[in-house]
DNA sequence: AGACATGTTGCTCA
DNA sequence: ATGAGCAACATGTC
């Protein structure tokens, strides 16, 4: 599920739990793959006892940092999911990690383990965090950088270019086919045969997607929806890419679905056309 | 039963 | 050296 406003949802959800809160326990799972970074006694002993200061999320990451300069990374990976449960919370099958605190259990759960734990230890972010590339929504995301990736990747398909994190941070596979139905592009077109017009039209949908996204989804600091998509409107593409004989909500025409920079790929033929065809 | 899944990485090949 | 494409990862659901 988690692409850029459902990160910032979870991470709202536990921060707004466990903010100023203090880990009276941590509780640890499968260590093989989820937990691979860590240093298990190490991370223990730092957040035991170790007062939650702030939350980040930045493209699909999230950093919380600790008191005693314990930095906290997670990953939500393909279908990981962060709740807040009672403090007695028993682990299920797949809660990789419990943070207990005296009202709350912090629960990260993940049944197919594509996510990830990281820590840091010290007095400034760790570099895989300062090295993210700059929000969508910041000033550093210009026509200008936009043009410029896409002439680097001239030949893959845009579809594939927006899912790459270095340009596009926090995007995955619906906001990307969200981004490209909004701007009119078929997903197919390669990168580099975007006219300029058209690069604006990606930048605009880019910054706007996201927006109303984090909008929508995250609440931007209001009070969140209970169920994650229940405020996306049913005028996006969202509620309708996945149903066969879903329609475009534009157009009222079937929507066509195909494997597009191997990943399954929704759009509107009535409105994003190949120049061919 | 088999196909498929909202992500990332590491490999091969050009 | 750089970029494109694809298998692999582990599990659940339709």
């Known amino acids: 599920m988690p692409e850029l406003a459902e990160v910032e949802f979870f991470c709202q959800r536990w921060h707004r739990a466990a903010a100023g809160q203090r880990i009276v326990r941590v509780l640890t799972h499968d260590r093989k793959k989820i937990l691979r970074h860590l240093e298990l006694p190490v991370f223990r002993r730092a957040l035991s006892g170790a007062t939650l200061l702030s939350s980040a999320t930045a493209a699909k990451q999230m950093l919380l940092r600790f008191t005693g300069g ?6 939500l990976g393909m279908s990981g999911e ?8 028993t682990p299920r099958k797949h809660d990789h990690l419990v943070l207990v605190t005296d009202r709350h259990a912090l629960v990260f759960n993940d049944p197919r383990m594509f996510g990830r734990v990281d820590f840091h230890l010290g007095r400034e972010p760790p570099h895989w965090w300062t090295e993210i590339a700059p929000a969508i929504s910041s000033k550093a995301f210009t026509v200008a950088a936009v043009a410029a990736f896409l002439q680097r990747r001239r030949r893959a398909p845009i579809k594939a270019v927006l899912l790459k994190q270095e340009r ?7 906001m990307a086919d969200e981004i490209l139905w909004r701007a009119g592009i078929h997903p197919a077109r390669p990168a580099g045969s975007l006219q300029p017009r058209e690069v604006g039209a990606l930048w605009r949908a880019c910054r706007r997607v996201c927006r109303d996204a984090l909008d929508k989804i995250a609440g931007r ?9 229940a405020n996306i409107p049913r005028t996006w593409l969202f509620h309708h ?11 009222g025409r079937p929507l066509a679905h195909d494997t597009i920079g191997g990943r399954t790929t929704c759009w509107s033929p009535a409105r994003q056309k190949l120049p061919s065809s």
């Open 241 to 251: 890419r996945w149903r066969r004989g879903g329609r475009c909500p534009k157009t």
């Open 168 to 174: 596009f941070p926090g995007v995955g596979n619906w």
């Open 70 to 75: 314990a930095w906290l990374g997670i990953h």
């Open 221 to 229: 600091g209001r009070t969140p929806p209970p169920d994650l998509n």
């Open 82 to 89: 962060l709740s807040v449960a009672p403090p007695t919370h």
